[in-house]
Nanobody
Framework: QVQLVESGGRLVQAGGSARLSCAASGRTINANAMGWFRQAPGKEREFVAGINWVGGSVYADSVKGRFTISRDNAKNTVFLQMNNLKPEDTAVYYC???????????????WGQGTQVTVSS
């Protein structure tokens, strides 16, 4: 059974930074794509960033130039570095694993429980 555990969510002031981690167990992430999603109160869950098995990345327009997704296969962990945070980035952030190497903005097979990021103005 695959488990994904996010960490790093916190309260941060606008303009600040935060780094989220997602540790996987039960399956190595090496040959799989990984993604980050977020869900704000009253809104649908949305794609934030994805990384394929060779390290190629895709970002939502709203976070391009501010967020960076990366992976450490040796540690079976994916990261989301978030800089210049804005109040509209406030959400629960979820990590997801997609079987196979290609990134999707929709279909993922396993999900974490989420971590809260709150950006104050």
């Amino acid at each position: 059974q695959v488990q994904l555990v996010e960490s790093g969510g916190r309260l941060v002031q606008a303009g600040g930074s935060a780094r989220l981690s997602c540790a996987a167990s039960g399956r190595t992430i090496n040959a799989n794509a990984m993604g980050w999603f977020r869900q704000a109160p009253g809104k649908e869950r949305e794609f934030v960033a994805g990384i394929n098995w060779v390290g190629g990345s895709v970002y939502a327009d709203s976070v391009k130039g501010r967020f960076t997704i990366s992976r450490d296969n040796a540690k079976n962990t994916v990261f989301l570095q978030m800089n210049n945070l804005k109040p509209e980035d406030t959400a629960v952030y979820y990590c997801a694993l997609r079987m196979g190497g290609s990134v999707s903005q929709i279909q993922y097979d396993y999900w974490g429980q989420g971590t809260q990021v709150t950006v104050s103005s």
